[in-house]
Structures are given as structure tokens and as C-alpha cells.
């Protein structure tokens, strides 16, 4: 008990008893806002997905990035606009047909939680026209 009253007046003892005035109070908050403002976005307006996710637009300074936030994993997508921010489906689903490295968009697909439907409808048909294509060449088919 010695030993706990002890340490607890050592702390008690360590705290300042200054007090501030408004004065410098206001002081302080004028030099703190022309270094922050740079670093704080007051405007974000986050909207939810049906999907559980949310996205938002964040601008700092000059810079504005869209976000795109999953809450399940805790995982953030960032791109330069809106449209770019949802529409990477269409390139994965564009490169999927591609012998050798079509897997590869095909799993980023995956692991970016793409619309399962139109990503599997997307990769049937890229794939046959790939081999409509092969065949065509090698003189199979036509």
C-alpha cells in the first residue's frame, strides 16, 4: 500500500499547475490552422454501398482522391476519379481472355469482389472468342 500511495503522488507531483488564458489559448489555435488545414478534410461525405462497403472523395490541399473502403477486410482503393474508382472491372474483364496472364485479372477480379454474374459471363465470352479466334488462325474452324 506504501508502495501505490508512493508512486501515485510521485505522478500527482510531476503535473503541472499552470493555467492557460483564453489569450493564449487563441494563440495557439492561430499558428496550429495554417499547418493542419493542409492535412484535414472537413468536407468528406461517405456513402455505403448495398454491398457493406462506402466511398468518398478526399481533398487535401490540391489533391483529390477517391476512396473506396471495405469494412470487412479494412482495405482502402484509391483512384484519381469516381469512374475510375468502380470501373476496373471492365479492364480485368477486358484482359481476362488473354492466354497465360488472363488468371492473373481473372483472381484480381476475385479479390476485388467483382460482380460474380457479369464477370463470369464476361470471362465465357472471352474465353470462346479466344479460341473462335485460334481457331480461325490455325484454319480448325471456318
Known sequence: MLIISLLCSGALSGQSNRVYTEAAYDRAASMLSGNVSKLIDNQIRPE???DGRLWYKSMTGNN??????????????RAATRQELFDYTLWGLFLSWLPA??????????LLRANILITAIAMLAGKFLRYVIWGWLTGLVF
Do not use: Q
Open 48 to 50: 455505403w454501398l448495398p
Open 64 to 77: 483529390v482522391v477517391f476512396k473506396l473502403f471495405n469494412p470487412a477486410d479494412k482495405k482502402y482503393l
Open 101 to 110: 496472364v488472363g488468371d492473373i485479372f481473372a483472381v484480381g477480379l476475385g
